[in-house]
């Protein structure tokens, strides 16, 4: 497998650099290394194991592109992974991405490995996050096609990729998208636009004979699998000057699967967004309702690392950068379905005013919270789907209304931010969140509600045009869970080669005497030094890094605890 993808790699360059030189068009190579690895040591106190004596991520990308065709490939080493990557079929080496891309007169043509997102992604979207181990990009064709002003088509087939391999499913789809306003000159001199798009999406698998048996009032029952699930999604999307507005709505049919308790019941997701943004104001008010929309290649997939994910839900909550802000992250609720919604607002009050100062002053409130939907069983059956239950597979699962709330709170934060600039050297960041945090929901632990407090104070003095500090003081104050952990950062950048950084994270306590006792008091010490020199990045550090939760847009990752010597590396060309 390996060599026939290296194989066919090394022809599609072979082939562009024919036709490159036959047409007198300029040939461009680019690519990039990427290499993150670590010198593990065992650290009872914190759950760190040492499984190898050395360990590491590294991917080398190739482009080349030429004026009517494009080609890439990817290597990709993780033949001893970094701890979170070494269990469910990762390790391994392999080009799993190769594809070749050739474009003319509006027409685009894919043959190989590609990504997709259609609309929101509420359907289909293919991407990789490599800090979240996710790669879930198709092997097949796509083609695109603008046949007239303002409308683009895009019809694609393929099977997803699944770690080394390739799910048995198909996944074909199709998608449209008018760009309305290039018809109606009126709307454009009126900075009016409006786009209206349609996708389909369908996924032919097997039957599989691995799937749980339902056993029921004393018999077993074999479950009749559709071999087709269509999803359909519908948008519109209208500009007017500083408004904005997004309204979507996805449907899927029955998908009985591992995620949903094998439950034939329809998905469902809607969305609607609106935004304002002028000079000095920014406003975002979201909602968004979800129902077993959990989408995969694989009707029997159990990967913790959502390898065979075909669809994408937001999670409508801000990606939280600072450490203990994103110490409870939330996950997109996707078998169960949500209530989600999302208030953002920004303002920066002028130079020259009482409250902006001499610099001005942006202050930015966020406030987002996702409540479970109403769910009713039959008589007789639990609510308990996630994970292959079978009480309730084989049925309709439950009936739910549409603007009626569950019982559960998910999440919810509320949170400001204040950004001041008080003297060209100095700068300083405040924020305040309040976080209720239902464990036992999204992360599947008892412990119910983690309410939690967390302030930060994130300062940046400029020396000189080539030397400045920036220093963190992080406090997160909860009586569950783990209790209190403070923050603390420093880092030095001496333009343009280096970067220090200093950081610890303590598991301070609480002030809950039964708390007290169960504290870890252990501390998550990091050092590192970067160099960066023209297109190459080296950074080496030593540490320890706390078992916990990484997640990006609603879609996240278990770290498992880890110490020890790290080394990354970053070569553009």
Partial sequence: MVMRQLLLAVSCVLALTAQAQNDGNKLTLSGSIQSDMLLPQSDEKIGAEKTEDFQTNTYVDLLLQHKYVEAGARLEYLEHPLPGFDDNGFDGWSVPNFYVKGKLAGTELTVGTFYEQFGSGFILRTYEER??????????????????????????????????????????????????????PTMQQNDTRLTLGASWVNKHEAPDDDVVPVLRDGQHYTLNMPRYVNAFDVRANLNIRNWSLLAEYAQKTADPQYYNGYIYKKGSAAMLSTSYSKKGLSLLLQAKRSENMASTSSRTEQSTHNASMLNHLPAFTVDQTYALAALYPYATQTADGEWAYQAELGYTFKRKTALGGKYGTN?????????????????????????????????????????????????????????????????????????????????????????????????????????RLRMEAQYLSTKKDEGDWVFGLAELSLAPHWMFTLSDMWNCGNSDPAMRENNTHYHYYQALATYNIGSHRLQAGYGRTREGINCSGGVCRKIPAQKGFTLSYNYNF
């Fill in 131 to 184: 800090s979240l181990g996710i790669d879930n990009s198709l092997l097949g064709g796509r083609l695109m096609v603008k046949p007239v002003k303002g409308m683009t088509l895009k019809a694609l087939g393929g099977r997803q990729r699944r770690y080394w391999e390739w799910n048995k499913s198909w996944i074909s789809g199709a998608d449209m998208e008018l760009a309305v306003d290039e018809w109606i």
């Fill in 363 to 467: 202050v930015k409130l966020n406030y987002s919270y996702v409540r479970a939907i109403d769910r009713q069983f039959a008589e007789g059956f639990t609510s308990n789907t996630l994970g292959g239950s079978t009480d309730l597979a084989g049925t309709d699962g439950y009936t739910s209304k549409f603007f009626k709330w569950g019982d559960q709170t998910y999440y919810q934060d509320l949170d400001i931010t204040l950004t001041k600039k008080f003297t060209k050297a100095f700068k300083l960041n405040l924020m305040y969140m309040n976080q209720r945090y239902n464990i036992t929901q999204i992360q599947q632990h008892a412990g119910g509600i983690v309410h939690s407090d967390i302030f930060v104070a994130d300062l940046l003095y400029q020396f000189s045009p080539k030397t």
